[in-house]
C-alpha cells in the first residue's frame, strides 16, 4: 500500500524581514514553507515573488534552485515529515493547485503581521502570512489542528506538531 507523506520546512534566510521576525518572536526559525517531495525542492509558501523584492509578496512556488536561494544560499532548516491519508494528500494537493492558479488572488498580509504582534484577532480575506497559511491548509485538509486560530500561529508551533517526524536540520541546499 502506497504511504503518502508531506513536508514541513521551518526556515532562517538571514534576510531583514527574516532576521527582524526571529527578533520579534525570539525563535530560530521564521519561515515555513510545505512540500509533497522528501527533497523539498519544490515548496508552497507566502512570501516574496521576486528574489530582490520585499514588496511584491504572496502565495509563492519556490525551487531549491531558483535565484532566492541561489542569493540566500546559507538559509538554516529543519524538515519534518508527516504521514498523511490519500483523502489528506489529495485533498491538500488539491488546494495547493487552486492557489497557485488563482495566485493573483492571495496576498501577503503585511497589516495582519503587526496586527498579530499585538495579538489582535482579525484575518483578512486571501491574505496570509507563512505559518497561517501552511496551518489553514494542514487544518482543512485534515491533517492538524493547531490549539489556537490559525492567524496567531507562528513557525515555532510547527514543531509542537504531535504527528512530525523531524528529518533533517542543516542547511537547506544541502539536503536531499
Known amino acids: 500500500m502506497k504511504q503518502y507523506k508531506i513536508y514541513i520546512i521551518q526556515m532562517h ?50 525551487n531549491k534552485n531558483g535565484m532566492f536561494f541561489k542569493k540566500f544560499k546559507d538559509t538554516k532548516c529543519r524538515i519534518f515529515e508527516i504521514s498523511v491519508t490519500k ?29 498579530r504582534y499585538f495579538k489582535v484577532p482579525i484575518c ?6 507563512c505559518s497561517q497559511f501552511v496551518a489553514k491548509l494542514l487544518e482543512e485538509s485534515k491533517i492538524y489542528k493547531f490549539n489556537k486560530k490559525i492567524y496567531f500561529v507562528q513557525p515555532k508551533d510547527f514543531e509542537m506538531m504531535s504527528n512530525t517526524n523531524e528529518i533533517y536540520t542543516g542547511k537547506y541546499l544541502l539536503y536531499k
Not at 532576521?19 to 509558501?45: E, G, P, Q, V
Not at 493573483?104 to 495582519?112: A, E, H, N, V
Not at 483578512?124 to 502570512?129: D, P, S
Open 13 to 62: 534566510t538571514k534576510t531583514i524581514p527574516a532576521t527582524l521576525i526571529k527578533f520579534i518572536t525570539r525563535y530560530k526559525y521564521s519561515h515555513i514553507a510545505l512540500s509533497f517531495d522528501k527533497s523539498c525542492n519544490t515548496t508552497y509558501s507566502f512570501g516574496r515573488k521576486k528574489y530582490n523584492s520585499i514588496i511584491d509578496c504572496g502565495f509563492v512556488e519556490e
Open 124 to 129: 483578512f480575506k486571501n491574505k496570509y502570512v
Open 87 to 115: 483523502e489528506q494528500y489529495y485533498k491538500l494537493k488539491e488546494k495547493i493547485i487552486y492557489m497557485k492558479d488563482n495566485e493573483d488572488l492571495y496576498k501577503y498580509d503585511f497589516i495582519g503581521i503587526i496586527l
